[in-house]
């Protein structure tokens, strides 16, 4: 069972009695689950003021992104964990731009409806990402950056039946070697945010952090 302190602390910042009685339900469940184990874990134990203080900075993000309430729920019902790493969670969003398309709404659907997918970590992302262009497959698509397992992607780059310029590798140890090498700091982040892309949420999320902290 969740306790008051919580229940009351996701009534308040979320207005979840605002919202349809599933929505409620499947939010508790999901939470509680997630609640629990923190209570089984030593190092990150889930207190009060540690999710009250994710909680507000997992909303500040969303909502500049454009969630409303009610999807902002759904997010954290999807992937409750999600409120452990708001700022990897930010860095992934604003990397994955170069994926955005014209109404730059691609990486907002999928983050409400494929949210486990951000489950991925950046370095990975990255070492996929620099694969990719330095292979020549293809283009930057969901599946191969994201979503596809260790093997799936490697599978992409060893060399079969029909030989492929962007298949390097005799094996797939090749390519898990060859990612293992990629060095997460050669990502600038500074220039993935002035991203056309990614311009109006920098501006919104960074700013609004800062009024945060200053008003702590």
């Known amino acids: 069972m969740i306790n008051t ?3 009351n602390l996701f009534y308040r910042k979320l207005d979840l009695g605002t919202m349809p009685q599933d929505v409620q339900t499947s939010f508790l469940a999901s939470i509680t689950r997630y609640l629990d184990h923190g209570r089984k874990d030593e190092i990150n134990g889930r207190t009060v003021g540690f999710v009250s ?7 500040n993000l969303l909502e500049c992104i454009g969630f409303s309430k009610q999807e902002i729920v759904q997010v954290i019902t999807n992937l409750p964990s999600i409120l ?3 700022d990897d969670l930010y860095h992934k969003y604003l990397f994955l731009g170069i994926l955005e398309n014209e109404t730059n709404d691609f990486r907002k ?3 409400l409806y494929k949210t486990k997918d951000f489950m991925v970590g950046l370095t990975k992302m990255y070492a996929r990402y620099r694969l990719i262009e330095e292979s020549g497959y293809d283009t930057f ?13 490697a599978s ?4 079969g039946a029909y030989d492929k310029p962007y298949q390097l590798f005799e094996a797939e140890g090749g390519v898990y070697e060859w990612l293992k090498k990629v060095d997460i700091n050669d990502l600038d982040i500074d220039e993935i945010k002035r991203m056309p892309v990614n311009e109006e949420l920098v501006v919104k999320y960074e700013g609004k952090s800062q009024e945060t902290i200053r008003r702590s």
């Open 109 to 111: 659907g999928k983050l």
């Open 53 to 59: 203080k994710q909680l507000d900075s997992l909303i």
């Open 156 to 159: 992409i780059f060893v060399k």
């Open 141 to 153: 698509r969901w599946n191969s950056l994201v979503h596809a397992s260790d093997k799936e992607f």
């Open 84 to 86: 452990n790493t708001v």
């Open 5 to 7: 302190e919580f229940l």
